[in-house]
């Protein structure tokens, strides 16, 4: 549910998170354009217009609504029913298009010129606009420095009082010039977003609307538990009768709020939640988190419509509430709300909410926030994070997803934050009927695991494949540092415990620690003589608390972490030792015989909380996952080479002609996929189009007589499976016979062959585009030639590739270590994916791209195959500001 309305009409935040109404400008606009211009100071006035004229006011509003001029676009802001601004290009026949901003006096300060501006140029992007102009009176700093921060690249030249600009539209993600755009809109979003939120999570009024007076209604639970909570500020209910609800102020209607609420809790039958939500709207509620489910599309479309129209934020529907432990704010209805702390966590699913608290407080793990999103209509996992990153309390998020609303706004967002602090989630939806479940519970289709996993990979999400998992972690991260490496020290007190934790570590990717020299002398100084001292350290079950504790603290030098395993006996006690010992490196315990999963013990003074857990699997996982994470945070950051040989002007011309043949698209013949590929610099192999045996002949003569022959059948994709390749063929009788047989078992269907000098040796691999409904392009590599298909080694990643993202590509297949053998091959497939990744990014007309096989040899890669299916249909704009609708 996100994009432009068929009326082109979409919503975006402003400075002060208010919701600005954007839509092209109509004819039924000429009197409040006008209006708008006409009511402008005359110092303003002149700076618009270089004229202190009110004539000028009609003639621009003539312009922009009634005259019918080709190309040009006219955008207006509303807040409201009242103009805040309005944005306007016109094109100047060269591909350059002259703009004009301007805002409503009293609306200066507020983002709106910066927004409008951010909209035209991503209509001018779709409309291959490739540079603005605009005419600027050398005084005019609010107009200077509205273009100056916008992030575009701007170039001057002034004379006479007016400064000349020019600016190019950026036109491809996170390169150069796009690179300065994307962040500082990135920058506006985060600000922008967070104010928005502010009343929904850090609210100083809470109305329950729904409270009811049956006891256990969700209504009523919810409005008790905020009371119970101690929310700091001022808590209504409203229900019919009035009166009040278990001591708390109630209201019969929301029109009856003696003041606006920051936020609104909704619990009424689905049938009202549309009525509650315009009302709330008129009254001038901030943010609604509506817990009503079931839902049908038109309320909830009509409830999206009245949170827009109200400018609220919206949590819901199918929402489990808002926990906000550092305000006494508990609007859910759960049983018990885990006490503050540093750990933010937002869901879908109201069943995963309620677990999550409910385990949050029994290990006495505190959380920053809560939010369940429910439906997710408006709010999501994004807006969590950007207000996690901004609040300076939140040190681990976890995220609990089932579907994505704008993937690549999120991977950006999530990437930066990951930076910060551990972002956690599970893969849900991973089966056949996990996806069908997803889909119908969030009307969203389930995302591709491989393209998933992408996003989270490339964003350094840490994702666990199972509920239970995903605890385990967040109790590691929760109380214990990131580890610094992946060798791990086991001490245990129970040499076949100690077995089963080395055996856990190994499978779980951990090198356990082997004990050198000096470390079993000063082990042995303090163990029993019949302990074990290798590596797993085996202290005996005779060891003493504080020897025990001594041994930990000797084999935790030199390594990244450790695992005490402990078997308990009634001899010694030897958890009080773990909750009393600190160590400078991260520490995990088995406890083999508690009867929880996963606990945390409590620290003594100033020792941190260890988590203690069941099994040593779960042990060596959450820490592999928290090793793998360090890995990643602590390389450098990669980027995106700006390729400036590409002619990107010239494959766009390709695209172009061919959808003006061809309008609904289709598959690009050899030739044209040929010339498309090498303006990007890929490395193909030659080859000669040919109809008869004749042909055939002389070209595999001009290609050195050591050839393969492709029949070119028209819709026929996978050639070799359909007998339509001839391959290593050598001289002209060979040739023939090949061409013979072609044509023997195609007959009709074949309009000629493409012959290609033969490729010897090598590792044959796949690399290749599809722009995913979801997601965006997407780039997947992996094995290629006939094993696509039987050995499924396969990997993705999303467009655009930074160099870090391409070697990480390569190096996820299984086949990896039989590539990285050639050094230099590595190097040219790292290229030509890089090369990929861009014309993805430049061209998403490019439905499908398939290079197969790209062979990879010890003196480089080149592409033997390729296909190319493009289409018309254009993806909507991924960074542009604006709200889900």
């Not at 296909?867 to 909507?876: D, E, F, G, K, P």
């Amino acid at each position: 549910m996100t994009g432009r309305a068929e009326d082109g009409r979409s919503y975006a935040l402003l400075v002060d998170g208010t919701t600005l109404t954007i839509r092209p400008v109509s004819a039924e606009d000429y009197e409040a354009v006008k209006r708008l211009h006409e009511t402008m100071s005359p110092e303003n006035l002149y700076f618009r217009f270089f004229s202190a004229s009110r004539v000028s006011a009609e003639r621009e509003a003539r312009r922009v609504c009634l005259e019918d001029r080709p190309g040009m676009v006219a955008l207006v802001g509303l807040l409201g029913d009242e103009l805040a601004g309005l944005a306007s290009y016109e094109p100047l026949g060269d591909g350059t298009a002259e703009i004009a901003v301007a805002a409503a006096d009293g609306m200066h300060g507020r983002g709106v010129a910066t927004l409008l501006l951010e909209h035209l140029v991503s209509l001018a992007r779709a409309h291959n606009v490739t540079a603005f102009t605009a005419e600027v009176l050398a005084d005019n700093y609010a107009v200077l420095h509205v273009l100056t921060d916008s992030g575009l690249a701007l170039r001057r030249r002034s004379g006479n009082g007016v400064v000349e600009l020019s600016m190019p539209v950026p036109r491809v993600a996170a390169l150069g010039e796009a690179s300065a755009y994307l962040d500082a809109v990135a920058g506006r979003d985060r600000h922008a977003d967070v104010a928005s939120l502010e009343p929904l999570l850090n609210p100083r009024s809470v109305a329950v609307v729904g409270a009811g007076r049956r006891p256990g209604s969700i209504g009523r639970t919810i409005l008790l538990n905020i009371r119970d909570a101690g929310f700091a500020g001022t808590l209504y209910a409203v229900s019919p009768g009035g009166g009040d609800v278990a001591g708390i102020p109630c209201l019969a209607s929301v029109a009856e709020l003696p003041e606006a609420p920051d936020l609104a809790v909704v619990t009424v039958p689905a049938a009202r939640v549309v009525e509650v939500a315009r009302e709330c709207g008129i009254r001038g509620v901030k943010s609604l988190a509506v817990v009503t489910a079931g839902l049908t599309a038109a309320q909830e479309s009509g409830l999206m419509e009245a949170a827009r129209r109200g400018g609220m934020r919206l949590a819901g529907p199918a929402s489990f509430g808002i926990a906000v432990p550092g305000i006494g704010l508990a609007a859910t209805p759960a049983v018990r709300h885990p006490p503050r702390g540093r750990t933010g966590l937002v869901v879908q699913s109201s069943g995963v909410g309620a677990a999550l608290l409910e385990q949050f407080s029994r290990m006495g793990m505190g959380i920053s926030s809560f939010a369940a999103v429910g439906d997710k209509l408006d709010v999501s996992s994004t807006d969590m994070l950007l207000w996690w990153e901004a609040d300076d309390t939140t040190e681990l998020a976890l995220l609990h997803l089932e579907s994505f609303g704008n993937p690549r706004r999120f991977a950006r967002t999530a990437r930066r934050v990951s930076a910060k602090f551990p972002v956690l989630t599970v893969h849900a939806g991973r089966s056949a009927p996990g996806q069908r479940a997803t889909a119908s519970h969030t009307a969203a289709a389930a995302a591709p695991l491989i393209t998933r996993r992408a996003l989270f990979e490339q964003a350094g999400i840490i994702a666990t494949d199972s509920f239970g998992e995903l605890l385990d972690l967040a109790v590691l991260l929760a109380s214990q540092p990131i580890p610094a490496g992946n060798t791990v020290a086991i001490v245990s007190n129970g040499i076949g415990a100690g077995v089963l934790a080395a055996d856990a570590c190994a499978e779980a990717g951990l090198v356990v620690a082997s004990t050198g020299p000096q470390a079993r002398s000063r082990l042995r100084d303090v163990l029993p003589a019949e302990a074990s001292l290798a590596g797993p350290v085996d202290t005996t079950a005779a060891v003493s608390p504080e020897a025990f504790g001594e041994a930990l603290h000797r084999a935790a030098d030199g390594v990244a972490a450790l695992i005490a395993v402990v078997v308990r006996s009634a001899s010694a006690d030897l958890l009080p030792v773990l909750s009393a010992t600190r160590l400078p490196v991260p520490v995990t315990a088995v406890v083999l015989d508690q009867p929880e999963a996963v606990r945390l013990l409590p620290g003594e003074e100033a020792c941190p909380a260890i988590p203690a857990y069941a099994y040593p699997e779960a042990a060596a996982r959450a820490l592999a996952r928290a090793a793998r994470y360090g890995a990643w945070r602590s390389r450098p950051a990669g980027t995106v080479p700006e390729l400036t040989d590409v002619r990107a002007a010239d494959a766009r011309s390709i695209v172009v002609s061919f959808l003006a043949r061809m309008p609904g698209g289709g598959w690009l013949s050899a030739e044209e996929a040929d010339g498309l590929l090498r303006c990007y610099g890929l490395p193909m192999v030659p080859f000669r189009r040919v109809t008869d045996a004749d042909a055939a002949v002389e070209a595999a003569a001009g290609l050195g007589g050591h050839v393969v022959i492709k029949a070119d059948v028209p819709g026929l994709l996978h050639k070799t499976a359909a007998g339509a390749v001839e391959l290593d063929l050598h001289g002209d009788d060979e040739v023939r016979a090949a061409m013979g047989r072609l044509h023997s078992s195609l007959g009709g269907r074949m309009s000629g062959a493409l012959v290609e000098p033969m490729i010897t040796g090598g590792i044959e691999t796949i690399v290749g585009i599809v722009q995913e409904p979801v997601f965006g392009p997407v780039v997947v590599f992996g094995l290629g030639g006939i094993a696509t298909g039987m050995l499924a080694d396969h990997a993705a990643r999303l467009a655009p590739l930074t160099d870090a993202d391409a070697d990480d590509l390569i190096r996820a297949i299984r086949a990896a270590r039989a590539l990285l053998e050639h050094e230099a091959g590595v190097a040219a497939l790292r290229d030509v994916l890089l090369r990929v990744s861009r014309l993805a990014d430049d061209l998403p007309q490019v439905a499908e791209l398939d290079l197969n096989p790209v062979i990879v040899r010890p003196d480089g890669a080149v592409a033997v195959d390729a296909r190319i299916r493009v289409t018309s249909h254009r993806l909507a704009d991924p960074f542009l500001r604006r709200l889900p609708r």
